[in-house]
């Protein structure tokens, strides 16, 4: 018997709005159906729903009794790219991947055979979940059954994750799980809240004559999906080769400029094919084929996916003059990555034809430009995160394009001008016109003890410091200046 694993991520929509504004995690924040007072809430987190908010609240009125709201929309084209993201991801863990047609973040992996490969099924669902959280900071409920059906149904209704190892055990979960936490409409939920059916196992023991007269067709339908009549609406993913173009040389080439000419001569007809298949590219890789030396692969990356031959040319060509190639090259192909093209999304969140105050494509086509040259690591932004120590509460992280700047929600403005993670050495105090402090910081005694006594001093020569005394040590340090 086939064993299949549904993953369901609750609310998907809402998680992908929340990775484009992670500051609102800890606040209330919701899903709005439109950027309008009149608008819908069609999503909620924790925090939200804790607050006395419900799914179909009008954004305005929610507003008012939660003046602290954070709300937004988000681009069906957008969360359709994050599940087609995630779907490319799973296929690394199973052979057979299939989707939700209707609900997003709703998969299913064909996982027989993997029990002799796993000697329990969390080994294997552990590190899949941790990866779709680590990667796409999506929380998912894997569950792993026999019925596409019942799966469905219990990664729905629960919270955590889990296997079985029977049908029988399978089929008792179902028939618990409670009809109120399923992708059914509001008339769907009154109306078994008037019939008093709160569990699927309720709904099973109606007889099936006389269905279709009583009950929508989306309930019919779940009560045939639940019996096994029918199958959902699932459509297999399958991952589309990249385009490619190659070509060998037949002398050994080193000269930069001709490399460039050659890689043109192909770049034309990759992008009409592209262009016919609907498709914009997003990454182009050079794989250099070099002369008794190994090969090199080089990987351009424009500012946003597109199929303008003449901003990749000059992104080519800046790679190409940073690249030192230690041998003749006696072979190029090009690998062409794609997406399915799609509307533009910054004019879909401020729902205005007016161009954008800030050009937000052209400050991506100029941090493209710098990638080309200077490598990848020369754009990266900052990451807040939790640590003791001030050193440790941010880290550098490569980016793929600029957001949109949106209004911070720190009710207090940090005004860190330069912070230096190796803390400068100073000779002692300097004289200061006015000083604030000390604010201790100390413990990490499981690794490194340490105690500082943080000052804050403004200097004669007009400069505002942040300095500490290292207890450890007996001597000061300049932290950071503002």
């Not at 929509?13 to 209330?28: D, F, I, K, N």
């Not at 003749?328 to 954008?356: C, I, N, W, Y």
Request: proline fraction near 6%; charge should be positive.
């Amino acid at each position: 018997m086939d064993r299949w694993a549904c993953i369901n991520a609750a609310d998907f929509a809402l998680q992908v709005l929340l990775r484009t504004h992670p500051q609102w995690r800890q606040e209330p924040a919701a899903l709005l159906d439109r950027d309008h007072p009149q608008g819908k809430l069609v999503g909620l987190n924790m925090a939200a729903r804790q607050a006395g908010l419900h799914s179909g609240m009008r954004y305005g009125e929610a507003l008012a009794l939660l003046p602290a709201l954070r709300a937004g929309t988000i681009a069906h084209e957008e969360v359709e790219a994050v599940a087609d993201a995630i779907a490319r991801v799973l296929c690394d863990y199973a052979p057979q991947v299939e989707r939700h047609e209707e609900i997003a973040g709703l998969f299913w992996l064909n996982a027989s055979g993997l029990s002799k490969l796993y000697p329990s099924w969390r080994l294997w669902a552990e590190p899949l979940r941790n990866r779709l959280k680590e990667r796409f900071e999506i929380r998912v409920t894997l569950v792993v059954g026999f019925r596409r059906a019942l799966t469905y149904v219990i990664a729905r209704t629960s919270r955590s994750s889990g296997a079985f190892d029977t049908p029988e055990a399978e089929i008792l979960a179902a028939r618990e799980a409670p009809l109120s936490e399923l992708d059914l409409s509001r008339s769907d939920r009154e109306l078994l809240a008037h019939l008093n059916l709160r569990t699927l196992s309720d709904l099973l023991a109606l007889p099936a004559r006389g269905l279709k007269r009583r009950l929508s067709p989306a309930l019919v339908e779940l009560y045939h999906q639940a019996r096994g009549d029918r199958e959902l609406p699932i459509r297999p993913f399958r991952i589309e080769e990249p385009t490619r173009a190659s070509q060998h040389l037949d002398y050994a080439e080193r000269d930069t400029h001709r490399l460039l000419f050659l890689i043109k001569g192909h770049l034309h007809p990759l992008l009409q094919r592209l262009e016919q298949a609907n498709d914009k590219l997003v990454a182009l890789e050079l794989h250099f084929e070099l002369e008794r030396h190994p090969a090199l692969t080089e990987r351009v990356e424009p500012a946003q996916p597109t199929l303008d031959a003449l901003t990749l040319s000059d992104l080519i060509r800046l790679q190409l003059e940073r690249l030192e190639l230690p041998a003749g090259v006696t072979q190029v192909t090009l690998t062409a990555h794609s997406e399915k093209a799609r509307s533009e999304q910054l004019r879909l969140f401020m729902g205005s034809d007016e161009p954008a105050a800030r050009d937000m494509d052209a400050a991506n086509r100029a941090l493209a430009r710098l990638r080309a040259q200077f490598g990848v690591e020369a754009v990266q932004r900052v990451r807040l995160r939790q640590a003791h120590l001030p050193e440790g509460r941010f880290l550098l992280e490569p980016f793929d394009a600029l957001p949109l700047p949106t209004a911070s929600a720190l009710s207090v403005s940090q005004a860190v001008r330069r912070f230096y993670p190796t803390p400068l050495r100073l000779r002692g105090l300097p004289q200061a016109r006015k000083r604030e402090g000390p604010h201790t910081i100390c413990g990490g005694w499981w690794v490194r003890e340490l105690h500082r006594d943080y000052h804050l001093i403004a200097t004669h020569d007009h400069r505002l410091l942040w300095v500490f005394y290292d207890h450890r040590r007996h001597r000061w340090y300049v932290h950071a200046e503002f």
